[in-house]
C-alpha cells in the first residue's frame, strides 16, 4: 500500500462515526434548555437605540467630572477652573445627545413588568437633561458645587440602568 492510500484511509477511518461514539439515549431525563428570549419588537429596539445615544451623552459627562476631580486633586485653581470651563462645555454637548436619545425612549415598548425601569430609566434621563443648561453656565464659575450635584444625578442614572438592565435580560457591566 502506498503512503498516500494509507494516510487516506486513516482519515477515512479516523472521521467514519462509530458506534462506541453515541451517546444513548436518555429517555425522560434528558434536560430540556429554556426557551429563547422573545424577539424585541421595533419599538424597543428604538428605545435601546436611544439608550445608546444617550448614553454618549452621559460618558461624556463622566469624563467631565473625572478630569474635574483630577485637576481639583492637584490645587492648581487655574487648572480647576479650566477643567470646569471644559465640564461646561461637555455638559452642553452632552445635552445634545441626552435629548435626542430621550426623544427615541418610550417606555411603553416594554410590558408592564418592564415598563417601570424603562420609566425610571427615562425619567433620571430627564433629570440630567434638564440640569445639563445650568451645568452649562455655571461649571465655569463655580464648579464644585455642580459636580457634586451632577455626580448625584449621574448615580441615580445608572442604578435605574442597571435596573432596567436586569429587567430586560441583558448583563450589567
Do not use: W
Not at 461646561?88 to 454637548?93: E, F
Amino acid at each position: 500500500m502506498t503512503p498516500l492510500a494509507l494516510l487516506l484511509l486513516l482519515g477515512a477511518l479516523a472521521t467514519a462515526p462509530t458506534v462506541a461514539q453515541q451517546p444513548p439515549p436518555l429517555g425522560d431525563s434528558v434536560l430540556v434548555a429554556p426557551p429563547p428570549p422573545a424577539p424585541s419588537t421595533p419599538a424597543q429596539d428604538r428605545y435601546v437605540q436611544g439608550l445608546r445615544t444617550a448614553g454618549r451623552g452621559v460618558a461624556q459627562l463622566k469624563d467631565g467630572l473625572n478630569r474635574l476631580a483630577r485637576m481639583q486633586s492637584a490645587h492648581d485653581t487655574l487648572q480647576a477652573r479650566t477643567a470646569g470651563k471644559r465640564l461646561g462645555g461637555l455638559c452642553g454637548a452632552a445635552h445634545g445627545f441626552i435629548v435626542n436619545g430621550r426623544a427615541q425612549m418610550e417606555p411603553n415598548a416594554y410590558d408592564p413588568p418592564n415598563r417601570k425601569p424603562a420609566r425610571d430609566l427615562a425619567t433620571r434621563l430627564d433629570s440630567l437633561a434638564a440640569y445639563a443648561p445650568t451645568c452649562q453656565r455655571s461649571a465655569g464659575k463655580t464648579p464644585a458645587p455642580v459636580a457634586i450635584e451632577l455626580s448625584g444625578r449621574i448615580r441615580a442614572y445608572e442604578t435605574a440602568l442597571v435596573a432596567f438592565r436586569s429587567a430586560i435580560g441583558l448583563p450589567n457591566r
